[in-house]
């Protein structure tokens, strides 16, 4: 359903008492008893999954799967695709400028792109009662999958003319994918720029941050936000070239220490982040699970633009004992 995300975000950051809005969708698979390849390849049980995420706990929102693989897939890339963990992509397809030029940019609804957002457009009219987000990745991290992950680093600085081809390229599949979302019901997207957080702030300005600009310029609406993601760990460095992509708020993974960005983001942009996605919710203990948030907590919370979050996605395997401490410990600390 359509809302007002703007006053969302000012209500969000208004509110003394916040509720948690972790990247909470794969573990839906534990629910329904069905593999990671049986969600990935049916709206039907993505839907699904979202709905029953959002019935066992009070998250602000509903997100939906964080999977970097859906994008490269339509322009060409191979993925690895299990039944217990999130798909991958394995291989590279543009190795120089003339793959670069030839490279085609797809239609979106290729390959899985059209269950993705059919399964938004099923959850959307069966998750009411809070906003809808679906997961998108970010310009230059896809432009890294279709690249390799290590070459687009050298290749920045030996070729940028080529990096920038891809990056046009995506930018412009993304752009569309992102409208077909909002047409499908979301209220806006969490776009995933993790490989960014390994470049210098002038590297990410140049490569990142003025095409996720791009993104934003032409799907950012009063009903439909952008929410940016990097759960690299130089984003601490990178702070003012995020914020300048106007970003409707940003989520930072857990490489970096939440208190030291929250007192460089404007106080009126929400910030959400960052409890260890494998190390707590997959690895660890509910009694580890609930210092940890309690700590983050405790040196966030006297922000008001702070909001709890994971870190990053939280994996499908991920003990669900461990995902209702993470609720409790944010119901305990509101609660004193």
Known sequence: MKRDMKQWIRDLVAAPTK???????????????????????????????????????PAAASVSLMDLSVEAECFGATIHVSD?????????????????????????????????????????????DRPVFAGVIGPYSLAGRLMDVTEIMYTCYDE??????????VTEFLIKYCQAYKEAGANGVVLAEPLAGLLSPALADEFSCAYVKKIVDAVQSDDFIVIYHNCGNAVNRMVNEVVSA?????????????????????????????????????????????????????????????????????PPASKWENIDAFFKAVDEFYGR
């Open 84 to 128: 217990n963990e999130v798909p991958t992509v394995t291989g590279a397809v543009v190795d120089s400028e003339e793959a670069a030029q030839a490279l085609q940019v797809p239609e979106v609804g290729a390959c899985r792109t059209g269950i993705y957002i059919e399964a938004i457009r099923k959850a959307a009219g069966m998750i009411t």
């Open 246 to 314: 106007g970003c409707a708020a940003y989520h930072f993974g857990n490489a970096v220490k939440m208190e030291e960005m929250m007192a460089q983001m404007p106080a009126d942009i929400p910030a959400m982040g960052n409890v260890d996605p494998a190390g707590q919710f997959r690895n660890g203990t509910p009694e580890s699970i609930r210092e940890e948030t309690l700590s983050i907590m405790n040196a966030c919370c006297k922000y008001p633009n702070f909001v709890i979050s994971s870190g990053c996605d939280i």
């Open 160 to 169: 940028p003319e080529t990096v920038h081809t891809v990056l046009e390229k």
């Open 19 to 57: 509720k948690a809005m972790p990247v909470l969708s794969f573990p839906g698979v534990q629910l329904m008893g069905i593999t990671v390849k049986d969600l990935i390849q049916s709206s039907d049980y993505q839907a699904q999954a979202m709905k029953l995420v959002a019935g066992r706990t």
